[in-house]
């Protein structure tokens, strides 16, 4: 069965330095990846997807991921991190069932 | 345009009350997801309409009825629910199943 890790529970990030969130996941065939963020008692917004194709995305607000089929990875980029950026980041990884499977969730936290 | 819209935003109910929640999307998905979240979770599936029928239940208990009366909406039916079932609900919608799915704002839940 498909299943995503994102080991950090939170992160802490210096408001202009960089960041990189993890993500792995597991999945027997060619994985459709997606990066969403959920502030305080909102809704999801999708950040970037992987589907095929180039393994660098371009998503919104700056961020990018890195599909490493090797490592079973997307992690999750900025170069300089807002303080608008805090929030909770979900990976995910879509079935053929029209599952979505998420992970657990890492939460952001920017320090002045 | 990637709207997916709910309400209401809030709703507070008693274990009695019979109460309905109600999703709404424009962009011509043929695919409707309702997810519940609890705090500090991940959303969890709950169920999946594929072109106005009812595809995936994820055994969800019989007092969560949903219903889709057409392919732009989908409603949320509660009746006799349990305090543990306050949480965050949020409705998904995509172009096809499978596809990437967007968010709604989502429903807080309150049962008393």
């Known amino acids: 069965a498909q299943s995503v890790t994102q080991p950090d529970i939170h992160i802490t990030v210096s408001e202009g330095a960089s960041l990189e969130l993890r993500c792995n996941y597991s999945?027997?065939?060619?994985?459709?990846l997606f990066w969403y963020v959920q502030s305080p008692g909102q809704g999801l917004q999708l950040l970037l997807k992987y589907f095929s194709g180039d393994t660098l995305v371009q998503g919104i607000k700056g961020f990018e991921a890195e599909f490493k089929r090797s490592q079973s990875s997307f992690n999750l980029r900025k170069p300089s991190v807002h303080w608008s950026d805090a929030a909770e980041y979900f990976c995910a990884v879509a079935s053929r069932r029209q599952k979505l499977v998420f992970g657990t969730g890492t939460r952001l936290l920017v320090s002045p | 345009d990637t709207e997916v819209t709910q309400t209401p935003k809030h709703l507070v109910m008693g274990m009695t009350n019979k109460k309905s929640l109600k999703c709404e999307q424009h962009?011509?998905?043929?695919?409707m997801y309702w997810y519940k979240q609890k705090a500090k979770k991940p959303p969890e599936l709950m169920f999946v309409y594929s072109y106005e029928k009812l595809s995936i239940n994820e055994s969800v208990p019989s007092r969560f009825s949903p219903e889709c009366p057409n392919s732009s909406l989908l409603n949320l039916h509660l009746h006799a629910l349990q305090p543990e079932d306050s949480a965050l609900y949020l409705c998904?919608?995509?172009?096809?199943?499978?596809?990437?799915?967007?968010f709604g704002p989502g429903t807080r839940l309150l049962v008393l």
């Open positions: 962009m011509g998905h043929r695919a």
């Open positions: 999945y027997g065939a060619t994985p459709y």
């Open positions: 998904a919608s995509s172009q096809v199943p499978s596809e990437t799915q967007y």
